[in-house]
């Protein structure tokens, strides 16, 4: 088969360098557009140079109509906003489109479903290997342990993070949920102040945390009579991150169109 032609989107910021340098070293892969923002300064440069992995002849658009149209995949740690477009692009063209984008709204969500319709798209709150075992433990520990354990989710991420609690933190809070068989929307205890009078039993707290440079850490908590259980992740490097989201493009392209997860591309279910 031949390489898989792959866009990258917001190619200037930093997990965009990390996706370039990536594909500029994995056999079957080909980087064929790089997307900003039109009124971006990157606009032009060359998206390898820019990575640090030398020219590839790739210079940075703000065309994302022709980047769909020449490519196999697109590769999105952009904004919602942006994402929900990519997400329409990606279906008139039928390419995978992978999102590691957070913060959506349920409108936002509505619509990236619609578009599933036609595209393989892979959306993960976090695209590491870890992070996604992590998941699968907390909702065996979570289904093992029962409501009479406290689950307390942790999360702590850089000063520049616009959005809490982290994707990654309601991955976890939702396999916490689905290891209890309840809905994550209705147990979600999100920041306590005040008199806020005991703790509900079957609450799943979350408490977020930003500062410096984190990458990204993750404690889940299970509190219960005389012990504590924490299963925790650091992110030390967002290559990681990179690394899924290219296989998850990988894995997409020879897949019938839907939503589709981490849990899909790692056989994890």
């Known amino acids: ?66 980047a769909a149209s020449i490519a196999d995949g697109i590769l999105d740690f952009t904004s919602p906003r942006a994402s929900v477009e990519m997400a329409g692009l990606a279906a008139q063209a039928r390419i995978v489109h992978v999102i590691g984008t957070t913060g959506f709204s349920p409108e936002d969500q509505a619509r990236l479903d619609a578009a599933a319709r036609h595209a393989v798209i892979v959306k993960s709150g976090n695209m590491s290997l870890g992070v996604n075992l992590l998941a699968a433990l907390v909702e065996k520990v979570a289904r093992t342990l029962g409501p009479d354990y406290d689950i307390e989710i942790v999360e702590m991420h850089h000063r520049l993070k616009v959005d809490a609690p982290s994707g990654t933190a309601l991955l976890l809070g939702a396999s916490a949920a689905r290891g209890r068989d309840v809905p994550l929307d209705d147990h979600s205890v999100r920041g306590r102040d005040g008199h806020t009078g005991v703790r509900e039993k079957g609450a799943i707290g979350f408490a977020a945390l930003r500062g410096g440079t984190v990458v990204g850490d993750h404690s889940v908590i299970f509190a219960g009579p005389g012990e504590r259980i924490e299963l925790t992740h650091k992110a030390e490097d967002r290559r990681i ?24 591309v790692l056989d994890l279910a």
């Open 241 to 264: 991150f990179a690394r899924g989201a290219l296989q998850a493009a990988l894995w997409g392209r020879s897949r019938k169109p839907g939503l589709y997860s981490m849990t899909d």
């Open 1 to 66: 088969m031949s390489d898989m032609r792959l866009v990258v989107a917001g190619a200037s910021g930093r997990m965009g360098r990390a996706l370039v340098q990536l594909i500029h070293e994995t056999e079957g892969a080909s980087l064929v557009a790089a997307l900003e923002q039109p009124d971006s300064i990157a606009i032009g440069q060359d998206a390898g140079l820019l990575a640090g992995c030398g020219r590839m002849g790739v210079d940075i658009s703000g065309d994302a109509l022709k």
